[in-house]
């Protein structure tokens, strides 16, 4: 019974730490192929990209859900 339930708390950690890197990754590549640095407008006080940036991570963790519970 133990067991089981600390492979499942492994498992859980694990599969959140997988997702967690693919999303940062995803991140970083659409940060490199997009022209505009989002972070520094996003400093400046651009609302526009700061939500589109938020609409990108959060796409991002969309495709990752789905994948991870599939």
Known sequence: MHKDVLLA???SFG???LGVLVLF???L???RLDPVDYRAEIAKGN???AIKF???????AA???AVLTT
């Open 9 to 11: 708390i492994v498992s």
């Open 15 to 17: 599969w959140t730490l």
């Open 25 to 27: 990754v995803g991140t």
């Open 29 to 31: 590549l659409w940060d």
């Open 47 to 49: 609302v526009a990209a």
């Open 54 to 60: 938020a609409a990108v991570i959060l796409s991002l």
């Open 63 to 65: 495709i990752v859900v």
